[in-house]
């Protein structure tokens, strides 16, 4: 079995002397429960724990019951060689740092702008760009974003360039 390591021993010893501790105040007990939390998800005994039971003939669904997640988020954490691992999870930081707010200095109209503006549907806004009446590009900014905007002639912004 693979034992903690010593981040995560330590972390729990804090705990416990802040538990055995009368005066310990909440916010400092509430900051080491959740560095306990934080350092057994990040424990390679957590990741050796879940492969052993998978070896031992767990199912997904057995070990994310254990772990308290869905079998589909289960697998996703620990599926897979540690490379693989690796990649998803710096694939999910990289897009959890994006901004989730659509930026409001691109050119030309939303698909939904130019539905509003022209008073015909979303759908009819994406026949229009099909069929060529109707001028659009993609912008993608440099986080990889990317964004369909329309350019209808009214607006005077149907130069996209």
């Not at 057994?40 to 050796?48: F, P, S």
Request: glycine letters at 6%; aromatic letters at 4%; hydrophobic letters at 45%.
């Amino acid at each position: 079995m693979t034992h903690l390591s010593s981040d995560t021993t330590a972390a729990l010893q804090r705990l416990l002397a802040l538990s055995d501790d009368d005066a310990a105040q909440p916010l400092e007990v509430l900051r080491s429960i959740r560095l306990v939390q934080s350092a057994l998800e990040t424990d390679a005994a957590t990741l050796a724990s879940v492969r052993a039971a998978v070896a031992a003939g767990a199912s997904w669904e057995e070990v994310a019951d254990a772990a308290g997640l869905k079998a589909a988020a289960a697998r996703w954490r620990w599926l897979g060689t540690d490379a693989e691992i690796a990649a998803r999870l710096a694939a999910g930081r990289k897009r959890s740092a994006r901004p989730s707010s659509v930026p409001t200095d691109l050119p030309g109209l939303s698909v939904a702008e130019a539905a509003v503006q022209l008073g015909v549907t979303a759908s009819a806004i994406y026949l229009q760009v099909s069929r060529g009446t109707l001028e659009s590009r993609e912008v993608t900014l440099p986080d990889g974003r990317t964004y369909k905007r329309v350019f209808p002639r009214s607006t005077g912004a149907d130069d996209p360039s």
